[in-house]
């Protein structure tokens, strides 16, 4: 029993330890930097949850899963979502997104071991799960759902269904520069370059892409590298005249 408890006290310690590499446990729903802020509106969170190279982001680092979390379960984000969705443009960002290799590189960060060691590190700390159960248990939520229906924001979204322009938009989506853009984009060439640059790339797979690196693995990733097994041989060094 003593070998048990010491076995799991030093997993705990080892990815405490990688997790939080400068000695402190994060604050969950903290401020963060300005580069990786998390949206201040209802407006901007749809945008990024809408945009498929960056709306993985929250399921990648708890600590950007809780102010997720926070804005899921208010209901100005789904009414939000609701305008957003009613707008054809949206829909085009999204196509256009979807074709882009910052997408493939967004979903396939999920390789990096360093994803599931927060994940693990998350669930021994019970700052995380306190965090999210009080915002799910959050009186203040609950009031907002319940005043959903007489919100001015919910009324003006159904009233939507009664505008002409609405329909006209929609229309008129197909014919727009953003939707010509999107049929446009599978025959250019580049997007597949493109695709091909993102999925060759090992930084796309975060660490586990080191091993599609030959270099990774010394000469031997070397030998098995048919450009280096083509390369000319190095030239011989110059004598030294001094000699």
């Known amino acids: ?115 599931s060691m927060k994940w693990m590190g998350a669930a021994m700390d019970p700052n995380f799960y306190t965090a999210a159960m009080t915002t799910m248990a959050n009186p203040s939520t609950m009031m907002k759902i319940m005043m959903m229906p007489m919100d001015p924001r919910m009324m003006n979204m159904g009233m939507q269904m009664m505008n002409p322009s609405l329909y006209t938009n929609w229309m008129m989506a197909p014919m727009s520069p953003q939707a010509m853009n999107a049929m446009m984009a599978p025959m250019n060439p580049g997007m597949y370059t493109n695709w091909m640059g993102a999925a060759m790339n090992p930084a796309t797979y975060g660490p586990m892409g080191s091993m599609m690196n030959p270099a990774t693995y010394g000469s031997m990733g070397n030998m098995m590298n048919p450009m280096m097994m083509m390369a000319p041989p190095a030239a011989a060094p110059a004598a030294d005249p001094a000699k």
């Open 1 to 115: 029993m003593q070998i048990v408890k010491l076995t799991v006290t030093l997993i705990a310690a080892s990815v405490s330890a990688a997790v939080f590499a400068d000695g402190s446990a994060p604050v969950y729903g903290a401020a963060v930097p300005a580069a990786t802020a998390t949206p201040a509106s209802p407006e901007a969170w749809v945008a990024k949850m809408t945009d498929p190279t960056q709306n993985a982001s929250a399921f990648k680092d708890p600590q950007k899963f809780i102010p997720w979390l926070v804005a899921v379960t208010d209901p100005s984000t789904a009414m939000a979502m609701g305008n957003a969705m009613m707008n054809p443009n949206t829909s085009l960002k999204m196509m256009t997104g979807f074709m882009s290799p910052a997408a493939f590189q967004n979903y396939m960060q999920f390789m990096d071991p360093a994803v």
